[in-house]
Each structure stands twice: as structure tokens, then as C-alpha cells.
């Protein structure tokens, strides 16, 4: 079974330049999550999708990070304009409904 | 407010010292409350999942309980390969999930 993809691994981008993060979930998982990963810490969650729908995005910064989910499928995170504090990893996770979250490698983007 | 306390925030064992790692929850409706562990560079990775008071799960040298307040990952002879951050999330019955900040383990042979 293929996990869950992610792409790019690794970003380096200036401040106030804009950002894409790509996520293909695991084959039949209708719940697609975005987290960021600050270093030494857990994951806080950004944007919860049920298919298409919003279940949660009440930590995700409105007027800099954008998430849609295509289809029910692909997902891709937008930052822009990035600050520095957004120099984080990135993940994207897929479950079935209620069940155990499946992750990907994750993006390390680094805002100089 | 969802919260999730993990302690200690980093642990050094000697191999074969077992241990126990520590999850304490605050939370409205508790569904479930899941371990992953996580090696440096790479996502969460799956261990168990735990929905009431009392259940316990195995995997190899992990072992996993769940009380009304907190949830334990016991660790039993622990190799250097165990070495890596333990993470533990909770659930609610409204579908919002919370992570706690982990706990480093290093094992040294």
C-alpha cells in the first residue's frame, strides 16, 4: 500500500515570498490533515479536511496560510507571505474516518 | 481546551533498563488517545490506539494503558533501536485531535 506523499521534502525561501506545499493521500482515506512542526515540538494541527469539506481550521492563520483539497483527493498548503516564525516541517496526514492518522515524510521549509 | 501533557520531555536508558513515559489529557469527549513514535527526519509513525479506561495494548517491547486522566507507554528492555521521540494524541468526539510535545528517548548500549 502506497503512503502518504508529499512534495517538496526541503524549501528554502526569502520572507515575504509566497510558498506550495503538495499532498497526495493514502488511496480511500476521506480525511486529509495539515500540521506544522515547530522543532522539539509535537504537531499542531492546521486544517482538517473531511472529502472536500473544512472539519477544523481554527489554528490555521487566515491571512497568510490557504489550504484546499481538490477533488476529495490531493491537498496543497499555501503560505503567503511566509515570516520567519513559518520555518517549521510541514506534514500531511490521511485516515480512514476515526481511525489512526498515516503520515508523510513531511516539507522542512526554512524562511531566511 | 484540549490539553495534552507529555513528561518527561527527554529520557536517557541504559539498554535493558525499562521505563514507563507519561501522557496526561484534559479533554471534552474523549474518543481515542494514540501513540506514534517519530525518528528523526520522518512523520509520526502509527504504534497503538486506546478508546477507554482500563484497555491496555502490546507490540513487541511497548506496552500502552489508558486511565480516565492519563495514558502510559511502558517500555521493557529496551534496545538502542527503541531510540526516537514518542508522541501521544487524543481524539474527540467532535473530530478535533490534539498532540502532545513528546518524549525523546535514547537508548544507550
Known amino acids: 500500500e502506497a503512503g502518504v506523499a508529499q512534495s517538496p521534502r526541503y524549501k528554502i525561501i526569502e520572507k515575504r515570498q509566497s510558498v506550495a506545499f503538495w499532498c497526495n493521500p493514502i488511496s480511500g482515506h476521506a480525511t486529509l490533515y495539515w500540521y506544522q512542526q515547530i522543532l522539539g515540538q509535537g504537531p499542531k494541527l492546521l486544517i482538517q479536511?473531511?472529502?472536500?469539506?473544512?472539519?477544523?481550521d481554527s489554528q490555521l492563520p487566515k491571512d497568510r496560510f490557504s489550504a484546499e483539497r481538490l477533488k476529495g483527493v490531493d491537498s496543497t498548503l499555501k503560505i503567503q507571505p511566509a515570516k520567519l516564525e513559518d520555518s517549521a516541517v510541514y506534514l500531511c496526514?490521511?485516515?480512514?474516518?476515526?481511525?489512526?492518522?498515516?503520515f508523510g515524510q513531511g516539507t522542512r521549509l526554512t524562511v531566511v | 481546551e484540549d490539553q495534552v501533557t507529555q513528561s518527561p520531555e527527554a529520557l536517557r536508558l541504559q539498554e535493558g533498563e525499562s521505563s514507563s513515559l507519561n501522557c496526561s489529557y484534559t479533554?471534552?469527549?474523549?474518543?481515542?488517545l494514540f501513540w506514534y513514535r517519530q525518528d528523526p527526519g520522518k512523520g509520526p509513525e502509527f504504534l497503538f490506539t486506546?478508546?477507554?479506561a482500563g484497555e491496555e495494548k502490546e507490540k513487541e517491547r511497548l506496552k500502552a494503558t489508558l486511565t480516565k486522566k492519563e495514558s502510559f507507554l511502558h517500555i521493557t528492555a529496551p534496545k538502542p533501536e527503541d531510540s526516537a521521540t514518542y508522541l501521544c494524541a487524543v481524539a474527540t468526539n467532535a473530530g478535533k485531535s490534539t498532540f502532545g510535545d513528546g518524549t525523546t528517548l535514547t537508548v544507550k548500549p
Open positions: 496526514a490521511s485516515s480512514s474516518l476515526h481511525t489512526e492518522a498515516f
Open positions: 479536511f473531511q472529502n472536500n469539506g473544512v472539519v477544523d
Open positions: 479533554v471534552s469527549g474523549l474518543r481515542g
Open positions: 486506546l478508546y477507554s
